[in-house]
Nanobody, 126 residues
Framework: QVQLVESGGGLVQAGDSLRLSCAPS????????MAWFRQAPGKEREFVAA????????LYADSVKDRFTISRVNARNTVYLEMNSLKPDDTAVYYC???????????????????WGQGTQVTVSS
């Protein structure tokens, strides 16, 4: 079921920045809405950010707004998550997701996404 591959996770210190990448495997997702979710130990998976298929609109969780930026380069079939001013609370496994239904207002709900990556670990130390 894994058709998206995330990369870029790692161990960083609070205040650092890093960029996650999501590269679909086996097919193109250029016409799909894309999103990032994350799941910390003992917590449910939560929405982080989403971007429309065209890249013209984005959504962000309040907890990451003004710190994270989602973007995509359709020519490369790749989605990115630029994370700045990282906090220990950002520690989680980050998942890339794709929604084949292009929603005019996007979606913050995991049930709306049809394809998922295996996740990449992001650990932020104090």
């Amino acid at each position: 079921q894994v058709q998206l591959v995330e990369s870029g996770g790692g161990l960083v210190q609070a205040g650092d920045s890093l960029r996650l990448s999501c590269a679909p495997s086996g097919r193109t997702f250029n016409t799909y809405d894309m999103a990032w979710f994350r799941q910390a130990p003992g917590k449910e998976r939560e929405f982080v950010a989403a971007i429309s298929w065209s890249g013209s609109s984005t959504l962000y969780a309040d907890s990451v707004k003004d710190r994270f930026t989602i973007s995509r380069v359709n020519a490369r079939n790749t989605v990115y998550l630029e994370m700045n001013s990282l906090k220990p609370d950002d520690t989680a496994v980050y998942y890339c997701a794709a929604d084949r239904q292009r929603r005019i207002l996007g979606s913050r709900s995991s049930v709306d996404y049809d394809y998922w990556g295996q996740g990449t670990q992001v650990t932020v130390s104090s």
